[in-house]
């Protein structure tokens, strides 16, 4: 599960990465050119200065696209860090039963993604116990079930 969520969360990150977005600028541009005109009347400026405003489109990496991404593959990965943390703190533990002593803990296993009916089968020493049951989704989680031998 970490690792198809550490995958889904680098795909939106490299989706954020390649956000574009179109900048307009407004670029003040000033032309300089030789005055003609100085030649025969050297009381006239030597050149020419004009002052226009260029609009300039450019095409540039979307910052904010790109931190949004990143905060949303960070959330992704947060959570399911607390998924991780989740299963290791209740799943059952291999432990060495006795008499009248006692275990508790959730059993994680693959299954089919559309499986509804399955067995879950429990080696017990030289003994294998069968428990058939509907799987029903809760959250990310298969829903609890106790089940007790006496």
């Given at each position: 599960?970490?690792?198809?969520?550490?995958?889904?969360?680098?795909?939106?990150?490299a989706?954020?990465?390649?956000?574009?977005?179109?900048?307009?600028?407004?670029?003040?541009v000033?032309?300089?050119?030789?005055?003609?005109?100085h030649?025969?009347?050297?009381?006239?400026?030597?050149?020419?200065v004009?002052?226009?405003?260029?609009?300039?489109?450019?095409?540039?990496?979307?910052?904010?696209?790109?931190?949004?991404?990143?905060?949303?593959?960070?959330?992704?990965?947060?959570?399911?860090?607390?998924?991780?943390?989740?299963?290791?703190?209740?799943?059952?533990?291999?432990?060495?039963?006795?008499?009248?002593?006692?275990?508790?803990?959730?059993?994680?296993?693959?299954?089919?993604?559309?499986?509804?009916?399955v067995?879950?089968?429990?080696?017990?020493?030289?003994?294998?116990?069968e428990i058939?049951?509907?799987?029903v989704?809760?959250?990310?989680?298969?829903?609890p079930?106790?089940?007790?031998?006496?």
């Amino acid at each position: 599960m970490i690792d198809s969520e550490n995958l889904k969360a680098a795909r939106v990150e490299a989706a954020g990465s390649t956000v574009l977005k179109t900048v307009v600028e407004h670029v003040p541009v000033t032309d300089v050119t030789p005055n003609p005109d100085h030649v025969n009347n050297p009381t006239q400026p030597a050149v020419t200065v004009t002052t226009r405003i260029d609009v300039v489109t450019k095409t540039v990496p979307d910052e904010h696209a790109r931190l949004m991404a990143s905060a949303q593959a960070a959330k992704i990965r947060m959570n399911a860090e607390a998924d991780r943390k989740q299963i290791l703190n209740t799943a059952l533990a291999a432990a060495r039963l006795t008499r009248y002593s006692r275990i508790e803990g959730r059993v994680y296993y693959d299954r089919e993604k559309n499986a509804q009916e399955v067995l879950l089968r429990i080696p017990l020493g030289g003994l294998t116990v069968e428990i058939p049951f509907t799987a029903v989704r809760k959250d990310a989680f298969l829903a609890p079930t106790i089940i007790k031998f006496e």
